[in-house]
């Protein structure tokens, strides 16, 4: 599953995906940078920020979202769509129509800012609408692998037996304990 970046410096995205570091085979996205939601306010003593589910029911970011919470240095809050959310940390998740014929790849993406210090200033998430019809463990994993992405990781090997494996989706709908391996060297620091 692929993912976009933002950032205005064109060569910085080069960079992001050439030049990333690893931690026990895993790439970091951002290379010794970590990138990652920083943890500066005092009511949150961990990395935090929310995704703001605006999908159709087909979509389980609860469900997604409720697994990568499971990660002590890291405050991921989910927020329905109903709700406003107006944090710069707010990460908006949407289904959108990307042209493909059917549901083919690309099947999502996930889009972010940071500043220098390696820290996300906002990011964004969309599913392709057009994979609503397949299984429930298949919509799990794209949603899972993208907010993956919204919080830091990279993509994996297509053998890795995780949600942030590369790929066509078959159905892996978990992080596995290498991915919360990796969450907590990026947000195991106060900043």
Avoid at 109 to 119: E, F, I, L, R, V
Avoid at 156 to 171: F, K, L, V
């Amino acid at each position: 599953m692929k993912r976009l970046t933002t950032s205005a410096v064109l060569a910085g995205v080069f960079l992001l995906f050439t030049a990333g570091a690893t931690l026990a085979g895993h790439a970091v996205m951002g290379g010794g940078n970590r990138l990652h939601w920083g943890d500066n306010e005092p009511n949150f003593p961990r990395g935090y920020m929310y995704w703001h589910d605006k999908t159709g029911a087909a979509w389980p970011v609860y469900a997604s979202a409720v697994e990568w919470d499971k990660e002590t240095r890291l405050d991921a809050v989910y927020v329905s769509g109903a709700n406003s959310c107006t944090s710069f940390r707010c990460v908006p998740v949407t289904e959108t129509d990307f042209n493909n014929t059917g549901c083919a790849a690309p099947w999502g993406y996930a889009n972010w800012t940071y500043n220098s210090s390696g820290h996300f200033t906002s990011a964004q998430m969309q599913v392709d609408r057009q994979c609503d019809s397949r299984t429930a463990a298949d919509r799990r994993e794209l949603v899972c692998h993208e907010m993956g992405h919204t919080i830091g990781l990279d993509e994996r090997s297509s053998t890795a037996d995780t949600c942030m494996r590369t790929g066509n989706m078959i159905g892996k709908q978990y992080p596995d304990p290498h991915d919360f391996e990796v969450l907590h060297y990026s947000y195991g620091h106060d900043v």
